[in-house]
């Protein structure tokens, strides 16, 4: 772990199991590994492949679909921020990897940025992998004239670990400074030992505090006294101590301060 406070990250993801019992896979659970066929060539083992980085897997139903076709150019207008994030990024469906290339062409045509995909699409067309990370039922999708992967995201940390899971259906397309605002939390509470309020950044301007950030639950009071002596305890009727913010930039983070003072409050 990045972060130093004893009672911080590292005791907080001891909340998580790393394991379900029941083959779910669960914020917490080490991600399955898998080999696979690429628009990049042979990836022999995920976990191998992102090694020690962050990673995205990032699932679309199927290849020559209107919101698929955006998804992917969006995605890659995002590429280069990710990676300087240190975060990987595969997408995938159950299309064989002949398919994903004919149809890169469509995808670049449409973006209007004159992208290019720099990331790697995985073949799960015998849907091994679509079924491991519960994107499909096992018990039923061989049954299923059009057995399509659902929009899954999956974002997980240099452990191999599962930190957020997004499910959409295949009608609604996915929001990509959405996905990077989640790494980017991600990210600041795995190497700080913070919690992203609601609309972060965009949060507590009523008491001139945009952008701040919560101590995790499991800092201890006198952590928080030697490794956050600046935290500003909110008074709430309860008299509990346990809203306690601390400024961006006493994180040394402050570029991640929105300087628009858009957004919606508290």
Known sequence: MADTC??????YMTLYPEHST???????????DFSAE??????DSFHEWKKDAWAILFSHPADFTPVCTTEIGRLALKYDVLTELGCKLATLSVDPVKSHEDWLRDVVAHC???IEVKFPIIGDQDRKISKMYGMIDEGTSD????????RAVFIINPENKLMCSLNYPACVGRNMDEILRIVQALQLSYKKSIATPANWPYNHQSIDMQGSVFL???VSKDDAEKYFPTAKTCEVPSGKEYLRLVRMEDLGAGDMVPKDGKGAGN
């Not at 690429?38 to 990836?43: P, R």
């Not at 049954?143 to 659902?150: D, K, V």
């Open 38 to 43: 690429t628009t990049h060539g042979q990836m």
């Open 143 to 150: 049954a299923q004239s059009l057995p399509l992967t659902i």
């Open 6 to 11: 004893p009672t911080g990250t590292t005791e």
């Open 216 to 218: 995790l639950p499991t």
């Open 112 to 114: 209007e940025n004159k």
């Open 22 to 32: 029941d083959k779910a896979l669960r914020l917490g659970n080490v991600v399955p």
